[in-house]
């Protein structure tokens, strides 16, 4: 879906500020950044997100990996700090999920946590990464596989020998919801869901996106035949 991240959810809101305010409650967050690719396709992007005060950073086309590590050194992190990847197409992101994530990187002294990392049992759009700055440095100066650094942290949870793994699950099992934006049909859904909570509160929870889902079926089912991560888990499969 082009231009996806730029269009409207909420009247005024693209989906991306969207997102960036949902995300700009988490308490544990010091800055913000959204890491693109340098070509001329992403300039309306960039302009967006400078228009309502997220910083951008900008590099190779293809190669996130190196734009997370641009980004790193451009916010001045140093190795022990964290840095939590989110991806920018989901704007149900609930800051509480971020929360319990980080701190349970670090309750479990982990060097990269997720929550989604098979067998799924969080939402497809909840999805959080953590690990610190100095394995991300890492990563950027020894992965050469340009299909690992597409996908960013493929090179830290696929040698689970080389690193402390861990996986948040989520007790129910709320993996069938999906509420990431790649389809039109997400889009619907996802519409849906602010136009029923955001004027309510817009610091509405997860919770509340799945109780609004369960009690709307014909909401919930709009995209229900999409599978999850069909080009990212080709993609893992690969060497």
């Known amino acids: 879906m082009p231009g996806k991240m730029l269009h409207e959810v909420v009247p005024g809101l693209g989906v991306l500020e969207c997102m960036v305010n949902r995300v700009r409650r988490c308490n544990s967050l010091d800055d913000i950044a959204l890491a693109i690719p340098d070509g001329i396709a992403d300039e309306p992007l960039a302009q967006y997100a400078s228009s309502f005060g997220c910083r951008v950073i900008r590099g190779v086309e293809g190669d996130v990996l190196g734009h997370y590590r641009i980004a790193a050194d451009a916010l001045d992190l140093t190795d022990d700090d964290i840095v939590v990847r989110l991806t920018g197409d989901c704007p149900l992101i609930d800051h509480r999920v971020i929360e319990r994530v980080i701190a349970f ?15 799924y049992t969080w939402p497809d759009g909840s999805d959080v990464e953590v690990f610190s700055a100095g394995l991300l440095r890492k990563g950027d100066r020894e992965e050469r596989n340009p299909l690992n650094r597409r996908h960013v942290t493929f090179c830290f949870w696929k040698h689970p020998k080389r690193y402390r793994i861990a996986y948040m699950r989520h007790d129910p099992d709320w993996s069938a919801y999906r509420i990431t934006l790649d389809y039109e049909e997400d889009e619907r859904l996802i519409r849906a ?8 509160n817009p610091d509405f929870s997860l919770d509340d996106v799945i109780g609004y889902l369960d009690a709307n079926r014909q909401i919930r089912v709009l995209n229900a035949h999409r599978k999850r991560n069909a080009g990212w888990v080709a993609d893992a499969n690969r060497d």
């Not at 990187?105 to 067998?119: K, Q, Y």
């Open 193 to 200: 869901v602010f136009a029923s909570l955001y004027s309510r």
């Open 105 to 119: 990187h670090h309750s479990e002294r982990a060097d990269f946590t997720s929550n989604s990392l098979e067998p």
